[in-house]
Nanobody, 115 residues
Framework: QVRLVESGGGLVQPGGSLRLSCAASGFTFSDYAINWYRQAPGKERELVAL???????YYEDSVKGRFTIARDNAKNLVYLQMNSLKPEDTAVYYC?????????WGQGTQVTVSS
């Protein structure tokens, strides 16, 4: 059974940090690109960061220099380290795994940045 499970979300003050994790099972993790998306209330889901099977990364402009994505294929984990968090980073964060036309999604984890 394919599963992606996000964790690490929570409430943090502006300027703080969180590390999100995405744990994968049920498929060959190392064969898949992994993306982090987020969706804020009333907004469309947007791509935040991705890491492909060669460890090449991409970041959305608003998170460049603040977020870092990394993967551990031995543990079937992807991390999103988020530093210098801003209120506008508040959203539900989702990971997904993509390979050709195979796409899997997690259930999401809430990140709230507020004082």
């Amino acid at each position: 059974q394919v599963r992606l499970v996000e964790s690490g979300g929570g409430l943090v003050q502006p300027g703080g940090s969180l590390r999100l994790s995405c744990a994968a099972s049920g498929f060959t993790f190392s064969d898949y690109a992994i993306n982090w998306y987020r969706q804020a209330p009333g907004k469309e889901r947007e791509l935040v960061a991705l890491i492909n099977t060669s460890d090449n990364t991409y970041y959305e402009d608003s998170v460049k220099g603040r977020f870092t994505i990394a993967r551990d294929n031995a543990k079937n984990l992807v991390y999103l380290q988020m530093n210098s968090l801003k209120p506008e980073d508040t959203a539900v964060y989702y990971c997904n795994a993509v390979r050709w036309n195979y796409i899997y999604w997690g259930q999401g984890t809430q990140v709230t940045v507020s004082s």
